[in-house]
């Protein structure tokens, strides 16, 4: 009965901003990490951010630092990435993903969302 639910992609200019969604229902959230990934066409799905739930420790692929920001909803079981200051490379499908354990890794996830779009246009 775990879901991950998506929402908030869509078609931006290059440096404009989104904010992208993950509603996880079906499992208590100590000592997890909800992680975002993104893949691209002919690329490789790539690890962009990580949280830890209990704590709000994030940690962020060395090429979206100082441009995107993972955050938890305070009583709601619902993660965010804010992405700002979008470049055109940054296009790609992103998925959310729920680890069962701590610490943030770039593997090992247990549960995926479906994946929204992001697009971004020069």
């Known amino acids: 009965q775990v879901r991950l639910k998506q929402s908030g992609g869509g078609k931006v200019q290059a440096g404009g901003s989104l904010r992208l969604s993950c509603e996880v229902t079906?499992?208590?959230?100590?000592?997890?990490?909800v992680g975002w990934f993104r893949q691209a066409p002919e690329k490789e799905r790539e690890f962009v951010a990580g949280?830890?739930?209990?704590?709000?420790?994030?940690e962020y692929a060395d090429s979206v630092k100082g441009r995107f920001t993972a955050t938890r909803g305070n009583d709601v079981y619902t993660a965010y990435l804010q992405v700002d200051s979008l470049k055109v490379e940054d296009t790609g499908i992103y998925f959310c993903?729920?680890?069962?354990?701590?610490?943030?890794?770039?593997?090992?996830?247990?549960?995926w969302g479906p994946g929204t779009q992001v697009t971004v246009s020069s």
């Open positions: 949280i830890i739930w209990e704590t709000h420790h994030a």
């Open positions: 079906g499992i208590p959230f100590n000592n997890k990490v």
């Open positions: 993903a729920v680890r069962l354990s701590t610490p943030i890794t770039q593997r090992g996830y247990d549960y």
